[in-house]
């Protein structure tokens, strides 16, 4: 077993190569997901830490040898969901049921894994102008709180709102407000199988949320909370045991 | 057994005796019980509404045999929280454990069976600056979110703000915003022994918050929802069964 | 709105067209699903109980208006999983989340409809040997256990073992024990959009499980607790709201 | 900040001074206590372990700069709970409410702090029958869980069985079964104020569990888990805070 973190920050990458907003190129020069590893590496500096994106060579950057040698995959699309392609889509549902760390950013919301995941719409409210979004901690005991300030204070962000059509999840550990009046649950964690999964709202193609040092501490914090290094990655399975299989 | 709902109001009762503030004998000319029956009286016709306050004779109005006639009961309480008596809060404890529904409102999160039942300190942040409160609902399926609007808007309220220090709920219905941008569990349920527990944070005794229409339906889906009129009033026990006594 | 509970139990029905085992004619004269809808007529008889099976005519008898006018659906199916057409459990999934009670019966565990709404292998461990199973309550305050025997004792049955690769269930309610030692969580509801769901593992094809009454009444139960008669059903959507939106 | 895990075994000690049961001198040498805390010492080398019993001087060995200095404390007790003094019991909530890990053990269950955590009976069924008990995994991905055989099997075991008055854990992680048929949940966690806090029943005076090494491992684990070491020890406490007291 390799004894570092694996971490592979998965973007579409669309925004980013039609310059679209047109200022996604000075604020994000590296693309989300640049910032978004950069932002991990200072935090975990004994990790490895590789990207990928949607026009990625080879199954998206996600092939099967990449994913059984990532312990933790950070994920953020919005327009291009529908481009992933079913068979990657199963792949990494596999992974994460095998025990893969899933971290699933903002609009990741509508992708195909996390909405196969939680079999719900997924479905939200949203309004983009660039509200003041506020993130309180509710859980201070769960592992991805540590050292976070509550509220994290973000300036300008786009707005999600409830009903955020998801399961109950295993813990809710961040509430936000929004200028507007809104609620969100922004940072809440599921189980699937063998594997740990986080999402986490705050972060879009227009603002420089991903640079904020306490967005990535939370990421950083999620990524370790999500890792199993030493698990088999298996998914459960059935099984037909004799009586007393178990006995010695 | 009977067939009516049988809900008792709590109230301590003492901002209304010491006229405090000045204008909540014009607000809750029948006391914030009063207002809190009458709600309950509207949505729920066929049940027996009743009421008591701290100075009502015989144990505060919670005596055995009142405490083994109610189905339901609802507790507000804010500056005389010690002066229940022990005695009292133990026997409400034990009705709980045994079946008895509870719905615990507003700064009663202080009061001594709350406490009790959960364990934590119940601390959370206030500001009592008139701030309107936004109820979002984010569990539509519950039976006490049912018919009820999203958000509530409360113009004028006291603040309560994360973190609520709680255990975490069974249900989690209602997460309130307030206009200073805090945030808010207000609307949640436990279980404890055999009992059914709801705590619904809006309600202060400096605004009319219990003649909302929608406040009062959500007590009354509370009180529905909370009773179990046809069960044993027992507390679960220890036993030492011997082996096979489940076998015909 | 009408107020009877309208409630449909599907099956398959193959174990049944094919004689298979052969004594199941003599155990279930009308078929699986007929033991349960007369389980549930015994119990609710204000209630519209309905059946179908994958052969009947129209879109397995779960055609758009059937389903739109349906409160509950039970689900029991074994060997046919593959045959249920994907329109279908699209069009059952999408009911479920807009709030049709569904509950999920033993080796639908497997089906389409479960494991899309759960997201998880929804794979177990089992033994076909006739052994007892012992269903206990772990939470005698839910409405699904109201009046229920714990243990209730089913004299032979298929074992059903952990690990049973579900989601964190929103409520566990019963945990079943079997003679060769295995233990299984076998009641157990989940909320997807606004739908509530109910798995119950004791019945097979083998044994004369849904003959037992307490069996009928776990399921007549579970229906009550799963309807939401007078919920509009659709599923919670995307919205761009306003500013304010929610202001008078 | 000591960078050693600082973990503290506290048993009542009574069964032992009384050589009650007479063969626990010869089963358990240096005490229940002594057993578990080999069995953390060889599993988490570079930890602190430390010992207590009622009768240590000082507060039971549980004074204020005990537990300011400990980071899990584990909790063994059958006999004596009530020998614990009222203050201990506070001291102990009040640090477990503030970060501290807390390990429950077996007949812990009824100790005076697990109760006052819980709010509820904590009652149980029980039978002294030497049965085997079967400890089943439900969470794999729980970090408790992790490494450890599904079943564990213990050849002889006090029979604790449900129904087991707690809360809804935060998370279910064991299932037991016995030999006569009961079922039990085992291994629970739960969260209060900033805790958290580990159940798990294997472990009596008269059987030799805490040598098991899959029990060692077990609660190896949960130390590491309960292990806040970086923690701010306080309470959640009440604010009254400012408007935008948290703008920059």
């Not at 077993?1 to 971490?7: A, G, V």
């Not at 509200?131 to 300008?156: F, Q």
């Not at 969100?184 to 986490?200: A, E, P």
């Amino acid at each position: 077993m390799n004894s570092k973190l694996r971490i592979r920050v998965w973007n579409e990458g669309v925004h980013e190569a039609n310059n679209e907003p047109s200022h996604i190129g000075g604020m994000y020069p590296d693309g989300i997901h640049g910032a978004i590893a950069a932002g991990l590496r200072s935090h975990l500096p004994d990790a490895e830490v590789t990207t990928a994106v949607l026009a990625t060579d080879h199954e998206h950057g996600l092939a099967e040898e990449v994913l059984a040698d990532t312990d933790v995959l950070l994920w953020w699309g919005h327009i291009a969901h529908a481009e992933v392609s079913d068979a990657v889509v199963e792949r990494v549902h596999r992974h994460v049921l095998g025990g893969m760390g899933l971290i699933v950013l903002h609009s990741g919301h509508f992708s195909k894994i996390f909405t196969k995941l939680l079999g719900t719409s997924c479905s939200l409210a949203w309004r983009n102008d660039g509200e003041r979004e506020l993130v309180w901690t509710v859980k201070p005991s769960h592992p991805i709180a540590e050292g976070v300030d509550s509220p994290i204070v973000i300036p300008e962000q786009e707005m999600y709102g409830e009903l955020f059509d998801i399961p109950d999840p295993d813990d809710l550990i961040f509430i936000s407000s929004f200028a507007g009046g809104e609620v969100f649950r922004s940072g809440v964690t599921f189980t699937r199988g063998k594997g740990r999964i986080f999402y986490f709202s705050p972060g879009d193609q227009e603002y420089p949320v991903y640079h904020h040092p306490q967005v990535q501490r939370v990421l950083a914090n999620g990524a370790k909370w999500a890792a199993q290094p030493g698990l088999d990655r298996s998914i459960p399975g059935v099984s037909n045991p004799a009586r007393e299989w178990f006995a010695e």
